[in-house]
T-cell receptor, first 111, second 116 residues
Framework: KQEVTQIPAALSVPEGENLVLNCSFT??????LQWFRQDPGKGLTSLLL?????REQTSGRLNASLDKSSGRSTLYIAASQPGDSATYLC??????????FGRGTSLIVHP | NAGVTQTPKFRVLKTGQSMTLLCAQD?????MYWYRQDPGMGLRLIHY???????AKGEVPDGYNVSRLKKQNFLLGLESAAPSQTSVYFC???????????????FGSGTRLTVV
């Protein structure tokens, strides 16, 4: 059974810092890995999708990397802003084609 | 706008009442999912469907039923609501991997359900 762990569970940083959020998974036979953002009381918004054949994806200040052999993905946020404050979730899809979610990293960026 | 629409957005039920949550998507996705999200528990899969007319149990199916009579709709039913079913419910959809389309998952905005 796939297990997904996100570390840290919570993070509070001053504006402008570069951040790394971690997602680890136990079964390396994955189909894709997707990072989401969730604002309080809202749904999940897709940030980046990395297919199993890819090593990284970039969108603006966000960069996600994937290392299947070590069972890890990182989400890098450059020059963080207060508007980045949210919970970040990763979802790993394996051979069952059903995603398994981590419990998320709650991020606060203070001015 | 294309996407996943959930109705209703909020609902309060009394213990023992029944209700149906509706999920509709207009992206021609084959796969649809129902999750519940509780503090400290993360997202847990209730039921899912890999195509019209099919359903399957997820991690926490007890107390819920589902139907997928049309490809675009996935209904989640609570026959006799219990306080333990107080949660936020999310629907998601995706293309079947067999189509070769690997675009990840699209989520609805959620239904906040309180059972008193």
């Amino acid at each position: 059974k796939q297990e997904v762990t996100q570390i840290p569970a919570a993070l509070s940083v001053p504006e402008g810092e570069n951040l790394v959020l971690n997602c680890s998974f136990t079964d390396s036979a994955i189909y894709n890995l997707q990072w989401f953002r969730q604002d309080p009381g809202k749904g999940l918004t897709s940030l980046l999708l990395i297919q199993s054949s890819q090593r990284e994806q970039t969108s603006g200040r966000l960069n996600a990397s994937l290392d299947k052999s070590s069972g890890r993905s990182t989400l890098y946020i450059a020059a963080s802003q207060p508007g980045d404050s949210a919970t970040y979730l990763c979802a790993v899809t394996g051979g069952s084609y059903i995603p398994t979610f981590g419990r998320g990293t709650s991020l606060i960026v203070h001015p | 706008n294309a996407g996943v629409t959930q109705t209703p957005k909020f609902r309060v039920l009394k213990t023992g009442q029944s209700m149906t949550l509706l999920c509709a998507q207009d992206m021609n996705h084959e796969y649809m999912y129902w999750y519940r999200q509780d503090p400290g528990m993360g997202l847990r899969l209730i039921h899912y469907s890999v195509g019209e007319g099919t359903t399957a149990k997820g991690e926490v199916p007890d107390g819920y039923n589902v139907s997928r009579l049309k490809k675009q709709n996935f209904l989640l039913g609570l026959e006799s609501a219990a306080p333990s079913q107080t949660s936020v419910y999310f629907c998601a959809s995706s293309y079947s991997p067999w189509t070769g389309a690997n675009y990840g998952y699209t989520f609805g905005s959620g239904t906040r359900l309180t059972v008193v």
